[in-house]
């Protein structure tokens, strides 16, 4: 998206680097350790496990966890129909991740791309849009969803443009606010000064001001995501089983929350350590991304580290 | 020792920071006496307003630590008390103001109130409070004190909302006023009332009146004695005519060197031929403000001319419109006989090229997400035809160069610099542009005087080299004095009065000009005292 004329000039920041800084950060570390995790699942998961995580084993209904005589893959228990619960969470990390990943970058890149236009746009053009970010969040989002997927058929791909429409608004509004703010800024005079155009204003000094917050907004908005579509799965128009995503697995085990608790604290982990994970790494990015904080990150790779200046 | 109203002896503060440990001023000693004025003189980063902080207990700790020294108000150690007293003694015996006075009144209480509220937590009623607001704010020279108490901070001017915070500190009379850059962000007509104010109520109430400043002119004016700081330590103290007059210290020396307004004048300067530029009759409103209302302005190839003037006199106005930034509603701009105004986008596309800026503040005005390189070659990579992109290295580096950076600097960032280094980086990347002439809009205000000397030496030079014309934007007089050819004063939208540089500080016809001239402070304080003589023989 930046202008990639500038980009040429010498970064001399290697991969190496760039680990030394994620190290550095121990909790960051962790966390894309596990969204690495999650990813090879989602990648692999279906491929290695598909079998397994369908088959119904009727006498091990709600087999409890940590209890590995019927193999490895009933640690974490099994579900109401016998069937193991790890295999299901590596197999439903595919369509969860897919939806949730598909939604936010869907609402993130259209939001942010039409608040940028309504925040530095003086035309009325802005306005339009403004007031239809208005009537999106006005309109309750689970019914619109009910009404998409009522007309259309429950697929993945239309349950991410449900739930990416029904963003849309968070991102717009607060791009808008942020945009308003940083047009005024000196160093966007000082461009305009120069003669620089409004695409180079916009994705050379504006945006990258403001994708801090839009990055974190995502992060938070892909748990949401992942609970909105267990909850359109609740009603039975989100993901129709036998496909299986974490959201799906929460609501199909709340009947047995008494009896069987595993049944959605698994998968209910899964979700909250995906984001939490999530919300370390994009918590780490922005530190990295900001030239002011990223010594906090140099420095601590280095035991005895002399703080200077110019240490980049 | 305890005949002192205030002392503090050895004073060392440290901060604890994430760069390591910072000492903010070392072993510093100071006294202040009934009735007497000591003024702390520092540059920014000199830890002349840490000492003050220590008194008024408002040092974060952590990470601040006091190490050593202490704090003695009428022979009791401060630092020794409990945060019980600490806090009957703030507001009560030592009061302070600050520089941003908007910054330090509550916006949704009336000024009445907050005046009032003083009296009341330190044990007044609420109706001898009333009384007593009542009084400070006729005392500091506000206009119908009885409305005024119900008026809100944001209902006051500048100079009125400093003397709204001397009525606030004056609530409890104290013994003690610390008053931390009182006048910096005022103008200076306003600045020489309100130190006028501080001396008079300083004579009426006896008090010790602590002043941190980086202004040697507010030194000259009000100063008994003075404290000259540097890097965490005191370099100088005494009396303040004496240090000026001998200083011994050559930090002392070269500040007071860097004091502007005492180089010789340029000469008149020949102003036959096509000028740079010309505006005429340019008008600008903001809703029922009007702006600008008909200026007109020569600018000749080569020249410097400075606009002067104070908050909202509509310079920075005239300023933006010339760029275009804000079109003006009314009159024409010429660029070499063209007219801006009428000009197709393409050939003003072209036109920026000539035609750059330095703002006030460089913090602002510099990408923070940019490398230097990045910066500075901004203006290539809109103006593709100025420089291939093998050279852009090279010519970076030289640029750096000219302006007297390293050009291993280019792969830092701005915040990696101090304030006089990033305004370097800003009047490079305007000089990459190849510009004709460039606008500096109160490119130096922000900045300690001695940087700003080195930076006006700078433009002095560029000029020289590259023939470039400024159009110097600054609400000081002193500061155009050595740099300008001509001057223009601005008051309300309109010139005033216009002229070559010498014959305006010579003989300045307008009253408005020979008001601002003498309301800017001199740093001696024998030509301060005299003008100060001269002042109240006219109002006598």
Same mark, same amino acid.
């Given at each position: 998206?930046?202008?990639?004329?500038?980009?040429?000039?010498?970064?001399?920041?290697?991969?190496?680097?760039?680990?030394?800084?994620?190290?550095?950060?121990?909790?960051?570390?962790?966390?894309?350790?596990f969204?690495? !995790?999650?990813?090879?699942?989602?990648?692999?998961?279906?491929?290695?496990?598909?079998?397994?995580?369908?088959?119904?084993?009727?006498?091990?209904?709600?087999?409890?966890?940590?209890?590995?005589?019927?193999?490895?893959?009933?640690?974490?228990?099994?579900?109401?129909?016998?069937?193991?619960?790890?295999?299901?969470?590596?197999?439903?990390?595919?369509?969860?991740? %897919?939806?949730?990943?598909?939604?936010? !970058?869907?609402?993130?890149?259209?939001?942010?791309?039409?608040?940028?236009?309504?925040g530095?746009?003086?035309?009325?053009?802005?306005?339009?849009?403004?007031?239809?970010g208005?009537?999106? %969040?006005?309109?309750?989002?689970?019914?619109?969803?009910?009404?998409?997927?009522?007309?259309?058929?429950p697929?993945?791909?239309?349950?991410?443009?449900?739930?990416?429409?029904?963003?849309?608004?968070?991102?717009?509004?607060?791009?808008?606010?942020?945009?308003?703010?940083?047009?005024?800024?000196?160093?966007?005079?000082?461009?305009?000064?120069?003669?620089?155009?409004?695409?180079?204003?916009?994705?050379?000094?504006?945006?990258?001001?403001?994708?801090?917050?839009l990055?974190?907004?995502?992060? !938070?908005?892909?748990?949401?995501?992942?609970?909105?579509?267990?909850? !359109?799965?609740?009603?039975?128009?989100?993901?129709?089983?036998?496909?299986?995503?974490?959201?799906? %697995?929460?609501?199909?085990?709340?009947?047995?929350?008494?009896?069987?608790?595993?049944?959605?604290?698994?998968?209910?982990?899964?979700?909250?350590?995906?984001?939490?994970?999530?919300?370390?790494?994009?918590?780490?990015?922005?530190?990295?991304?900001?030239?002011?904080?990223?010594?906090?990150l140099?420095?601590?790779?280095?035991?005895?580290?002399?703080?200077?200046?110019?240490?980049? | 020792?305890?005949?002192?109203?205030?002392?503090?002896?050895?004073?060392?503060?440290?901060?604890?920071?994430?760069?390591? @440990?910072?000492?903010?001023?070392?072993?510093?000693?100071?006294?202040?006496?009934? /009735?007497?004025?000591?003024?702390?003189?520092?540059?920014?980063?000199s830890?002349?307003?840490?000492?003050?902080?220590?008194?008024?207990?408002?040092?974060?700790?952590?990470?601040?630590?006091?190490?050593? /020294?202490?704090?003695l108000?009428? &022979?009791?150690?401060?630092?020794?008390?409990?945060?019980?007293?600490?806090?009957?003694?703030?507001?009560?015996?030592?009061?302070?103001?600050?520089?941003?006075?908007?910054?330090?009144?509550?916006?949704?209480?009336?000024?009445?109130?907050?005046?009032?509220?003083?009296?009341?937590?330190?044990?007044?009623?609420?109706?001898?409070?009333?009384?007593? =607001?009542?009084?400070?704010?006729?005392?500091? &020279?506000?206009?119908?004190?009885?409305?005024?108490?119900?008026?809100?901070?944001?209902?006051?001017?500048?100079?009125?909302?400093?003397?709204?915070?001397?009525?606030?500190?004056?609530?409890?009379?104290?013994?003690?006023?610390?008053?931390?850059?009182?006048?910096?962000?005022?103008?200076?007509?306003?600045?020489a009332?309100?130190?006028?104010?501080?001396?008079? +109520?300083?004579?009426?109430?006896?008090?010790?009146?602590?002043?941190?400043?980086?202004?040697?002119?507010?030194?000259a004016?009000?100063?008994?004695?003075?404290?000259?700081?540097?890097?965490?330590?005191?370099?100088?103290?005494?009396?303040?005519?004496?240090?000026?007059?001998?200083?011994?210290?050559?930090? @002392?020396?070269?500040l007071?060197?860097?004091?502007?307004?005492?180089?010789?004048?340029?000469?008149?300067?020949?102003?036959?031929?096509?000028?740079?530029?010309?505006?005429?009759? +340019?008008?600008? @409103?903001?809703?029922a403000?009007?702006?600008?209302? &008909?200026?007109?302005?020569?600018? #000749?190839?080569?020249?410097?001319?400075?606009?002067?003037?104070?908050?909202?006199?509509?310079?920075?106005?005239?300023?933006?419109a010339?760029?275009?930034?804000?079109?003006?509603?009314?009159?024409?701009? $010429?660029?070499?006989?063209?007219?801006?105004?009428?000009?197709?986008?393409?050939?003003?596309?072209?036109?920026?090229?000539?035609?750059?800026?330095?703002?006030?503040?460089?913090?602002?005005?510099?990408?923070?997400? #940019?490398?230097v390189?990045q910066?500075?070659s901004?203006?290539?990579?809109?103006?593709?035809?100025?420089?291939?992109?093998?050279?852009?290295?090279?010519?970076?580096?030289? $640029?750096?160069?000219?302006?007297?950076?390293?050009p291993? #600097?280019a792969?830092?960032?701005?915040?990696?610099?101090?304030?006089?280094?990033?305004?370097r980086?800003?009047?490079?990347?305007?000089?990459?542009?190849?510009?004709?002439?460039?606008?500096?809009?109160?490119?130096?205000?922000?900045?300690?005087?001695?940087?700003?000397?080195?930076?006006i030496?700078?433009?002095?030079?560029?000029?020289?080299?590259? /023939?470039?014309?400024?159009?110097?934007?600054?609400?000081?007089?002193?500061?155009?004095?050595?740099?300008a050819?001509?001057?223009?004063?601005?008051?309300?939208?309109?010139?005033?009065?216009?002229?070559?540089?010498?014959?305006?500080?010579?003989?300045?016809?307008?009253?408005?000009?020979?008001?601002?001239?003498?309301?800017?402070?001199?740093?001696?304080?024998?030509?301060?005292?005299?003008?100060?003589?001269?002042?109240?023989?006219?109002? =006598?």
């Amino acid at each position: 998206m930046t202008d990639t004329k500038i980009r040429a000039t010498p970064k001399p920041r290697s991969p190496l680097a760039w680990a030394a800084m994620l190290w550095a950060d121990k909790l960051a570390f962790f966390a894309a350790l596990f969204l690495l !995790l999650a990813l090879l699942s989602a990648l692999l998961g279906p491929w290695l496990l598909g079998d397994l995580a369908t088959k119904q084993n009727l006498r091990g209904r709600n087999a409890p966890p940590f209890d590995v005589t019927r193999g490895w893959a009933y640690v974490l228990g099994a579900d109401a129909l016998g069937r193991p619960l790890l295999a299901r969470i590596v197999v439903a990390a595919q369509n969860t991740l %897919m939806v949730a990943a598909g939604a936010v !970058l869907g609402s993130a890149i259209i939001g942010s791309a039409l608040g940028l236009v309504a925040g530095y746009s003086r035309r009325r053009a802005a306005q339009w849009i403004m007031r239809l970010g208005d009537v999106i %969040m006005s309109f309750p989002s689970l019914l619109l969803a009910v009404i998409v997927l009522y007309m259309l058929e429950p697929s993945v791909a239309n349950i991410v443009l449900v739930l990416a429409i029904t963003r849309i608004p968070v991102y717009l509004r607060t791009t808008r606010a942020e945009v308003l703010e940083i047009r005024e800024r000196m160093f966007v005079q000082a461009a305009r000064v120069m003669g620089a155009s409004d695409r180079r204003i916009v994705f050379r000094h504006i945006l990258p001001v403001a994708l801090p917050t839009l990055v974190t907004i995502a992060t !938070l908005d892909f748990a949401f995501v992942m609970l909105a579509e267990s909850s !359109l799965s609740f009603l039975g128009i989100g993901i129709q089983p036998p496909e299986i995503t974490w959201g799906l %697995m929460v609501a199909q085990g709340r009947q047995y929350l008494t009896t069987a608790w595993w049944l959605s604290f698994w998968p209910g982990l899964a979700i909250i350590l995906t984001t939490l994970s999530l919300n370390l790494l994009s918590n780490w990015l922005r530190i990295v991304l900001d030239p002011a904080q990223r010594w906090r990150l140099e420095m601590k790779g280095r035991k005895n580290g002399r703080p200077s200046a110019g240490s980049l | 020792m305890a005949d002192h109203l205030l002392e503090v002896c050895n004073l060392s503060v440290e901060f604890h920071t994430a760069a390591g @440990t910072v000492r903010a001023v070392q072993n510093v000693s100071w006294h202040l006496d009934r /009735g007497e004025t000591l003024a702390i003189l520092g540059e920014s980063g000199s830890g002349k307003s840490v000492s003050a902080s220590a008194v008024m207990n408002l040092i974060d700790m952590p990470p601040g630590r006091i190490t050593g /020294g202490r704090i003695l108000l009428n &022979g009791r150690d401060m630092l020794a008390m409990t945060a019980e007293q600490r806090r009957r003694i703030n507001g009560c015996t030592i009061a302070m103001i600050f520089q941003d006075p908007l910054a330090h009144l509550n916006p949704v209480y009336s000024v009445g109130w907050q005046i009032a509220e003083m009296v009341t937590t330190h044990g007044g009623t609420r109706d001898t409070a009333q009384a007593r =607001a009542r009084d400070l704010l006729a005392r500091v &020279g506000i206009p119908d004190p009885e409305a005024a108490m119900r008026k809100y901070p944001h209902q006051f001017s500048g100079g009125q909302r400093q003397r709204l915070m001397i009525a606030m500190a004056l609530a409890c009379k104290p013994d003690i006023l610390i008053a931390d850059e009182p006048t910096t962000a005022l103008d200076v007509t306003v600045q020489a009332q309100v130190l006028d104010l501080l001396q008079e +109520l300083q004579a009426e109430t006896g008090m010790g009146l602590l002043l941190i400043t980086h202004d040697l002119g507010v030194v000259a004016e009000i100063a008994d004695r003075v404290v000259v700081m540097n890097g965490g330590q005191i370099v100088e103290t005494g009396d303040a005519a004496e240090v000026y007059r001998d200083p011994k210290h050559p930090y @002392t020396r070269k500040l007071i060197d860097a004091a502007p307004g005492k180089g010789a004048m340029p000469d008149e300067r020949d102003r036959t031929g096509q000028p740079l530029l010309r505006a005429e009759g +340019l008008t600008k @409103t903001y809703g029922a403000f009007r702006a600008l209302k &008909g200026v007109d302005l020569t600018i #000749m190839p080569g020249e410097t001319v400075a606009v002067v003037g104070e908050s909202g006199s509509g310079k920075s106005t005239l300023a933006r419109a010339i760029l275009r930034l804000d079109d003006p509603d009314g009159g024409r701009i $010429l660029y070499r006989g063209e007219d801006l105004m009428a000009m197709a986008p393409r050939r003003l596309f072209g036109l920026r090229r000539d035609l750059q800026m330095v703002f006030q503040d460089p913090t602002q005005s510099l990408n923070p997400r #940019m490398t230097v390189f990045q910066l500075i070659s901004e203006a290539w990579v809109i103006h593709s035809d100025i420089l291939p992109r093998a050279r852009w290295r090279d010519r970076v580096a030289e $640029l750096l160069v000219k302006v007297g950076l390293s050009p291993d #600097m280019a792969a830092r960032y701005p915040h990696q610099f101090s304030g006089g280094q990033r305004q370097r980086i800003a009047i490079a990347r305007a000089l990459a542009m190849e510009p004709k002439l460039i606008v500096c809009d109160e490119a130096v205000s922000a900045l300690d005087v001695s940087i700003q000397a080195q930076v006006i030496a700078l433009l002095d030079g560029l000029r020289r080299e590259f /023939g470039l014309s400024y159009l110097f934007i600054a609400h000081d007089l002193p500061v155009v004095r050595d740099f300008a050819d001509r001057v223009i004063v601005m008051k309300a939208g309109e010139i005033v009065e216009e002229g070559p540089v010498r014959r305006m500080f010579e003989s300045p016809r307008h009253p408005y000009t020979r008001a601002l001239l003498s309301a800017s402070l001199d740093p001696d304080p024998a030509v301060q005292a005299a003008r100060r003589a001269a002042r109240h023989l006219e109002t =006598a």
